[in-house]
T-cell receptor
Framework: EDQVTQSPEALRLQEGESSSLNCSYTVSGLRGLFWYRQDPGKGPEFLFTLYSAGEEKEKERLKATLTKKESFLHITAPKPEDSATYLC????????????FGQGTELSVKP | NAGVMQNPRHLVRRRGQEARLRCSPM?????VYWYRQLPEEGLKFMVY????????ESGMPKERFSAEFPKEGPSILRIQQVVRGDSAAYFC??????????FGPGTRLTVL
């Protein structure tokens, strides 16, 4: 069964304190790995798609990387407005296009 | 280019009533996906549709739930005879190529 697991469940940072969120996935058959940001009461906002090991993508203070078994979302010098739940999702070849989501990491950045 | 639109944003139904949720995909997107987010749980896939066709409904309960994406108009997720366990946030996503999926703001269904 294809699975996506995120850690930690919750992360509290001070403003400016860099850290990383982890997303591990079933190794076989990954077609793409997605990162989303979700604010309370809103829909997931697309951040990145990664397709192959070694790929990296950046957007402002966020950088996503992909290895053969996991993905990291690095947050550099976070600000309070980065507080949100970050979701990781896998698109697997045998799943016909549907995304398999992890449980999310709830990030809180204090000033 | 407007994003994915969903309405209503909030819907309250009594047990046994019908709930009808609408999703208008982004312009040019012919792939539509519905997901459900139960309280304290992650997003779970329900159904994947293209215009006039259901591609994958493996995540949708066999009874009381149905979905359509007609040639004209929005995609509809229908829940008949709602029960309290149907209370959740329902999200629609659309894609131009069945790869990146862009989500709408969701419909929050409360069943009294």
């Amino acid at each position: 069964e294809d699975q996506v697991t995120q850690s930690p469940e919750a992360l509290r940072l001070q403003e400016g304190e860099s850290s990383s969120l982890n997303c591990s996935y079933t190794v076989s058959g990954l077609r793409g790995l997605f990162w989303y940001r979700q604010d309370p009461g809103k829909g997931p906002e697309f951040l990145f798609t990664l397709y192959s090991a070694g790929e990296e993508k950046e957007k402002e203070r966020l950088k996503a990387t992909l290895t053969k078994k996991e993905s990291f979302l690095h947050i550099t010098a976070p600000k309070p407005e980065d507080s949100a739940t970050y979701l990781c999702a896998g698109d697997f070849y045998n799943q016909g296009g549907k995304l398999i989501f992890g449980q999310g990491t709830e990030l809180s950045v204090k000033p | 280019n407007a994003g994915v639109m969903q309405n209503p944003r909030h819907l309250v139904r009594r047990r046994g009533q019908e709930a009808r949720l609408r999703c208008s995909p982004m312009k040019g997107h012919s792939h539509v996906y519905w997901y459900r987010q139960l309280p304290e749980e992650g997003l779970k896939f329900m159904v994947y549709l293209q215009k006039e066709n259901i591609i994958d409904e493996s995540g949708m309960p066999k009874e009381r739930f149905s979905a359509e994406f007609p040639k004209e108009g929005p995609s509809i997720l229908r829940i008949q005879q709602v029960v309290r366990g149907d209370s959740a946030a329902y999200f629609c996503a659309s894609s131009p190529t069945a790869r990146e999926q862009f989500f709408g703001p969701g419909t929050r269904l409360t069943v009294l």
